[in-house]
């Protein structure tokens, strides 16, 4: 079973909507959590990465949260573009030596 | 451009045949990662590299797969005996590590996608 679970499985949205993409982990113990984004052919891009104490990140109209209580993130995107359009990845890091957890992702589709 | 590289992009091969895939890091990057992503999931872990030592192999790894990283630097994923299962895209990606407060970010490869016929 997937220790890291990403929802929804898919989203289509228009142009200039703003979307939040959900990420519940298991993944004990915890050391960091990154969103990452995948085009489509590509490798996945870093977007952000937050530790067990911060709450909030923001990477331009990326903003990402994390509950580390409740082993919830989110990743809210404001203003939606065309570009936005991709697969995002929540990753889960354990202990030090940066084993990683991937979950299945939310492919997104930004439509005009 | 710094980046991960990998080669070749795209990979067509007749099952049973032995296939190789390189990868070359971001030079100063002292880990190295390989992963198989198939459609509409997201990356598994395959094995990973800490400059020329292999530290990890998952159990998707298994006996027909094999991954070097000689000098520490550029890295090669062989499969033997490809089965069509193996179908996939094969990512490769490397990161920084200074010890366990630092978590640097894995910067990835645009990876090599394997169809096996």
């Known amino acids: 079973k997937n220790q890291v679970e990403q929802s929804p499985q898919s989203l289509i949205i228009l142009e200039g909507k703003n979307c939040t993409l959900q990420?519940?982990?298991?993944?004990?113990?915890?050391?960091?959590l990154r969103w990452y984004k995948q085009d489509t052919g590509r490798g996945p891009v870093s977007l952000t990465i937050m530790t067990f104490s911060e709450n909030t990140k923001s990477n331009g109209r990326y903003t990402a949260t994390l509950d580390a209580d409740t082993k919830q993130s989110s990743l809210h995107i404001t203003a939606s573009q065309l570009s936005d359009s991709a697969s995002y990845i929540c990753v889960v890091s354990l202990g030090s030596y940066q084993k990683v957890t991937f979950g299945t992702g939310t492919k997104l589709q930004v439509i005009p | 451009d710094t980046g991960v590289s990998q080669n070749p992009r795209h990979k067509i091969t007749k099952r049973g045949q032995n296939v190789t895939f390189r990868c070359d890091p971001i030079?100063?990057?002292?880990?190295l990662y390989w992963y198989r992503q198939t459609l509409g999931q997201g990356p598994e872990f395959l094995t990973y590299?800490?400059?020329?030592?292999?530290?990890?192999k998952s159990r998707l790894l298994s006996d027909r797969f094999s991954a070097e990283r000689p000098k520490g630097s550029f890295s090669t994923l062989e499969i033997q005996r490809t089965e069509q299962g193996d179908s996939a895209m094969y990512l490769c990606?490397?990161?920084?590590?200074?010890?366990?407060?630092?978590?640097?970010?894995?910067?990835f490869g645009n990876g090599t996608r394997l169809t096996v016929t």
């Open positions: 030079s100063e990057h002292n880990r």
């Open positions: 990606a490397s990161s920084l590590d200074r010890g366990s407060s630092y978590n640097s970010p894995l910067h």
């Open positions: 990420c519940n982990y298991t993944v004990s113990p915890f050391s960091n």
């Open positions: 590299f800490q400059n020329e030592a292999q530290l990890e």
